[in-house]
């Protein structure tokens, strides 16, 4: 019997991935199957709807490629670099002593490492926008699929033998580490940022609209549909998306064939006795 539900577990693992493979395969062909507009297309369309249908009426599902640009843009966290929206973490790595018995009553103990993230942020530029030969529209990045540049990666390690903790500054943060605790001791701080920088080019596939009262590319209201803003180019999306599909489609394939023998093996075994 355990051999059966071994095997029906491994089909259940197999139709998982199955129906993720579908959704890759689905956001696959949306990127392979619609045409690229520019920013000039978009004001265009939106003015002859806009004086057809009046304001707040405008939908239309798009893919630019141009550069990131804002009204005011950030300076970055840590790299201190110009850019449009970047999110940055902060991740203390420390060793925690835990004790164990062992049958005989005998204590033993050892160091665990282990990690909390202890600063987070995330920001977008005011007025960021995509800009191509022909003009701009602007970018809400709210429930955007993002992908960014590593603009900024570093490990500072501290020492903690002293009572009174260590000091340490990156970037734009301070910390100061304590030292009180015999039990648990830091490792040191790893920094990490990514970003979209000022005039990097970009991708984007999302629904035109003017629900905002300003033409901008956000989310559609429709949550099948992808919004993806991206530094990476349709080529290195499209082939990732795809190398994903096939991972996917294999492995439920080995999980249904596997999960088929073991249940047939072990029905017969149940037969035989």
């Known amino acids: 019997m355990g051999m059966i539900i071994g095997g029906v577990v491994l089909a259940i693992i197999g139709g998982i991935l199955w129906l993720v493979m579908g959704k890759k395969a689905g956001k696959l062909g949306v990127l392979e199957n619609t045409e690229t507009s520019s920013t000039k297309e978009v004001h265009e369309n939106f003015t002859s709807m806009s004086d057809s249908f009046g304001a707040g009426n405008f939908s239309l599902?798009?893919?630019?490629?141009?550069?990131?640009v804002a009204s005011t843009p950030l300076e970055a966290e840590l790299s201190k670099k110009e850019c449009v929206?970047?999110?940055?973490?902060?991740?203390?790595?420390?060793?925690?002593?835990?004790?164990s018995k062992d049958s005989d009553g005998n204590?033993?103990?050892k160091w665990v490492r282990k990690s909390e993230i202890v600063s987070s942020n995330e920001n977008t530029a005011t007025g960021f926008a995509i800009?191509?030969?022909?003009?701009?529209?602007?970018?809400?990045?709210?429930?955007?699929?993002i992908y960014p540049i590593k603009s900024f990666s570093d490990f500072e390690k501290v020492n903690e033998n002293n009572a009174g903790g260590t000091k340490v500054s990156i970037g734009g943060f301070s910390l100061?580490?304590?030292g009180g605790n015999p039990t648990i001791r830091t490792i040191g701080y790893k920094y990490e940022e990514q970003s979209i920088p000022l005039n990097s080019k970009i991708y984007i596939l999302g629904d035109a609209n003017d629900r905002s009262g300003k033409l901008t590319v956000?989310?559609?209201?429709d949550k099948k549909v992808p919004f993806i803003v991206s530094t990476k180019s349709e080529d290195e999306l499209t082939a990732s998306l795809g190398s994903s599909v096939k991972g996917f489609k294999y492995g439920a394939f080995t999980c249904f064939g596997l999960g088929g023998v073991i249940v047939i093996w072990g029905?017969?075994?149940l037969i035989l006795g």
């Open 61 to 68: 599902f798009t893919e630019l490629k141009g550069v990131a």
């Open 218 to 221: 956000s989310k559609s209201k």
């Open 85 to 99: 929206y970047y999110k940055s973490k902060v991740t203390r790595e420390y060793e925690e002593q835990q004790k």
């Open 176 to 178: 100061t580490t304590g």
């Open 267 to 269: 029905i017969i075994k």
């Open 107 to 109: 204590v033993t103990k």
């Open 131 to 145: 800009k191509d030969d022909s003009g701009e529209v602007l970018v809400d990045l709210t429930g955007a699929e």
